[in-house]
């Protein structure tokens, strides 16, 4: 932050970022100043629920949990449709594969 409004009349927050670059003015109400959402940095899935296939949509839905960059987590799920049904099938049959040439383990 360069001035924050109020010292020399400044009416807005003039701004430049990190390690410099140009700089910008945003309003002093903050109204312009959007919260920086938390990224999402994983998922798992959701506990003692089970993946269900809706007929009528043809999409697949696999109930997870978002784990999120400041440790929050909120539940989802992951629709699937047709293709990436198979996709998402063939996937997890090449990790389960190399699981069990790695560890001798058949899981």
């Known amino acids: 932050m360069v001035t924050l409004p109020g010292e020399d009349s400044a009416t807005t ?17 903050g109204s312009t100043l959007l919260p920086v959402p938390a990224q999402i940095t994983h998922a798992t899935l959701l506990p003692h629920r089970d993946a269900v296939y809706d007929p009528r949509t043809r999409q697949g839905s696999v109930p997870v949990v978002f784990h999120l960059s400041d440790g929050s987590t909120r539940e989802g799920a992951l629709v699937l449709a047709p293709a990436e ?21 058949r899981a």
């Open 13 to 29: 927050y003039h701004l430049r970022p990190p390690g410099g670059g140009p700089t910008w003015s945003a309003s002093a109400d």
């Open 85 to 105: 049904l198979e996709r998402l099938h063939a996937e997890t049959g090449r990790l389960l594969a190399s699981h069990e040439k790695a560890t001798g383990d």
